[in-house]
Nanobody
Framework: QVQLAESGGGLVQAGGSLRLSCAASGRTISSYTMGWFRQAPGKEREFVASIIWNGDNQYYADSVKGRFTISRDNAKSTVYLQMNSLKPEDTAVYYC?????????WGQGTQVTVSS
């Protein structure tokens, strides 16, 4: 089983930046696809970004493309989400996920609030 712990959320003004971290434990994640999802109040959880096991390919939702960057450090079992040019509509709880052959684990989430 994989345990995921997100950190780095907080309150930031529009146009600002935050970097989220997701520390994995329990199993090595070097073979896992890792990702970030978010859920805003009253809305469904949505995909934000993902990165394959070796970091060579990243995928982004259209709404964050060009502003967010996902990366990973397998030696540290950590995945990052660098968020720049934040907008109020980015306000949500951000969740880290791991996926290995269809087995998906979720973290508890970290709140990101962007004020206008």
């Amino acid at each position: 089983q994989v345990q995921l712990a997100e950190s780095g959320g907080g309150l930031v003004q529009a146009g600002g930046s935050l970097r989220l971290s997701c520390a994995a434990s329990g199993r090595t994640i070097s073979s896992y696809t890792m990702g970030w999802f978010r859920q805003a109040p009253g809305k469904e959880r949505e995909f934000v970004a993902s990165i394959i096991w070796n970091g060579d390919n990243q995928y982004y939702a259209d709404s964050v493309k060009g502003r967010f960057t996902i990366s990973r450090d397998n030696a540290k079992s950590t995945v990052y989400l660098q968020m720049n040019s934040l907008k109020p509509e980015d306000t949500a709880v951000y969740y880290c996920t791991s996926n290995y052959r269809g087995l998906v684990y979720w973290g508890q989430g970290t709140q990101v609030t962007v004020s206008s």
